[in-house]
């Protein structure tokens, strides 16, 4: 009962600050929220009504973990049988359990995915960013995101169509892989459903020591218009030359969806 | 009573004190790869916990609002007519998978058999309204995706569910305690009087989520684990090979642990890098076991018993993502 509350108040906080988006899509918000609400309704009330949850005592963490394993978790380990031995082994492990559940969900502060998960998950490999493509030639570049110009740059779209397009994006630094020292990205990461399945997805800029101007992970907004691209082992043929490249703070929406 | 709901109440408030206190500005300093194996950790619980609590939710009405008789007469007598007819029942009821496990431990009380459960469980995940519209809206029918997904999750359900039928005593199949559990609530039919219903089933929502939600916790935290420690680039290179594209998506569905509500418009993302067979076999095999799946069902079912559907549900669904590999 105590991980429902620490799940149901971790929601609830992260909706009323506007940080859900932080790991799931918004189309699950409503559903997310009302399930949250509901689920938080019946434990209060089932603190009403579970004989032995009587609020007599402080509210001790530990004392009321020991509760739940009472009340709740027959499932797990009265199939292991067991004496008083493996009882508190159990018993210890459940508070294990409730204990890191409340520091990842109340604690840690919310955090964006950084550039240790770009690493393993291949910049721009995924066809989310291939999918759009074909569509977004011939439109108005205005409104490009990243993930636009990212699409546009994997799917060839070739040196004359990106001459004289400007562009004006805001993303994370995350460096290249082939060649770090001269090319960094500018990245964000594609949401289809949380944040378990982001794609990173990002524009490959040239500008030798960029490291000394820029961390990575830190966000920067850029406008500019599109080169070919001079490092030599980049794999990358056109690279972004942003005329203005300034350091901002992370957005309210840090994923693209 | 009143004592015990503001006691609840009382322990909410302390909560988002501690998560306010707590929200300060930046980041914790911790290096990237823990703060990234929380964040992804994290999002799997946020993800699938509405889906629990709804399940939990309908479970708790079934046991205690439907009448055992009812349910009776509805359903055929005949096992496999009974078992096809359950796999379709997730037709009524859209919870995903995550949502499934404590429905059908309230199946199981209500006095539905093991292999039944079994069948309810690989198939409602699949035949429901909601994974089949999400489906149509990122393939449509292209290459047989969406048709192979329904008529493949129909027939390995069922087919698990047959097998399961023939075990010899599959009461034995299910944890010791659980099936303690229901032996104690067979015969007896939904209490009277709904003052007595509601109490009865806050109690089980109660339980039923201390059951699940370690579990629940421990499944995310191992798929959060794998995602930051295994590099996907390897998955992805084997994509365009007939049989790894099926091998590899389906261990992808298995470390990824995402909803089948949903995983259509995650696995579109590769659409075009695998062959059909692979996105077939990962919406089919990805939504009956991944490895969060695992763990809430070890709550109910034995490690062999499990063991015996994992075994059964990848060869069938390998078999399936050939096949289609094979007609595409």
């Known amino acids: 009962m105590l991980l429902s509350l620490v799940g149901v108040v971790a929601i609830v906080w992260l909706a009323l600050t506007g940080q859900l988006g932080l790991y799931i899509h918004p189309r699950y918000f409503e559903f997310t929220i009302v399930m949250a609400v509901i689920a938080g309704m019946a434990v209060v009330a089932a603190f009403a009504v579970v004989p032995g949850a009587e609020p007599d005592h402080d509210h001790d963490h530990v004392h009321g973990h020991a509760h739940d394993d009472h009340v709740g978790d027959p499932g797990i380990q009265d199939a292991r049988g067991g004496g008083s031995g493996t009882r508190a082994v159990w018993a210890v492990l459940s508070v294990v359990v409730v204990a890191a559940t409340a520091v990842a969900l109340l604690v840690i502060p919310p955090a964006t995915l950084t550039s240790a998960t770009v690493a393993q998950r291949d910049l721009n490999a995924s066809a989310a960013v291939a999918e759009e493509a074909p569509e977004l030639v011939g439109t108005d570049t205005a409104g490009f995101t990243v993930k636009d110009w990212a699409s546009l740059l994997r799917q060839g779209a070739g040196e004359e169509y990106f001459a004289g397009k400007t562009a004006d994006i805001t993303g994370f630094v995350t460096p290249d892989a082939d060649d770090p020292e001269n090319v960094f990205y500018i990245a964000r990461f594609v949401v289809t459903c949380c944040a378990v399945d982001a794609q990173p997805v990002g524009v490959p800029v040239y500008l030798p020591g960029w490291q000394h101007d820029y961390a990575i992970d830190s966000w920067v907004s850029a406008t500019g218009g599109f080169g070919p691209n001079p490092s030599g082992t980049s794999a990358q043929a056109i690279v972004f030359e942003p005329a203005e490249l300034t350091a901002v703070d992370q957005p309210a929406e840090p994923y693209v969806y | ?328």
């Open chain 2, 1 to 328: 009573m009143l004592v015990g709901v503001l006691a609840g109440a009382a322990l909410v408030g302390l909560l988002l004190v501690l998560r306010t206190v707590t929200a300060g500005p930046g980041g914790a300093g911790l290096p990237d790869r823990v703060s990234d194996f929380v964040t992804l950790s994290v999002s799997v619980v946020i993800e699938s916990l509405p889906f629990v609590f709804l399940g939990i939710l309908i479970s708790a009405v079934v046991r205690f609002w439907v009448p055992d008789r009812w349910l009776q007469r509805v359903m055929p007598r005949t096992p496999w007519l009974r078992r096809v007819t359950i796999s379709l029942v997730g037709v009524l009821l859209p919870v995903c998978e995550c949502g499934n496990v404590p429905l059908a431990r309230g199946f199981l009380m209500k006095g539905f058999s093991v292999p039944e459960a079994m069948t309810f469980i690989l198939a409602a995940p699949i035949l429901n309204p909601v994974t089949i519209v999400t489906t149509y809206q990122a393939f449509g029918w292209d290459d047989g995706i969406l048709a192979g997904r329904i008529i493949g999750g129909f027939v390995i359900a069922n087919l698990v569910g047959w097998l399961f039928s023939r075990h010899p005593q599959p009461w034995s199949l299910l944890t010791p305690s659980f099936e303690a559990a229901c032996r104690a609530e067979a015969g007896h039919d939904a209490p009277a009087g709904q003052r007595v219903r509601l109490r009865r089933a806050v109690v089980a929502f109660a339980e039923e989520t201390s059951t699940m939600l370690p579990a629940l916790v421990v499944g995310s935290a191992i798929a959060g684990a794998i995602q930051v420690g295994i590099s996907r680039d390897v998955l992805v290179a084997l994509g365009g090979n007939p049989v790894w594209s099926v091998l590899a998506l389906m261990a992808l569905a298995f470390v990824i642990a995402i909803c089948s509500n949903v995983d259509a418009f995650f696995v579109l993302a590769f659409g075009s890098t695998f062959l059909p067979g692979g996105v077939v076999a990962f919406l089919v095999f990805g939504a009956m076991i991944d490895i969060k799946m695992l763990t809430l069902l070890r709550t109910t079912f034995t490690t062999k018993a499990l063991a015996l559907l994992v075994t059964v549900v990848a060869l069938a669904s390998i078999a399936l993502g050939f096949g289609v590999n094979l007609l595409a």
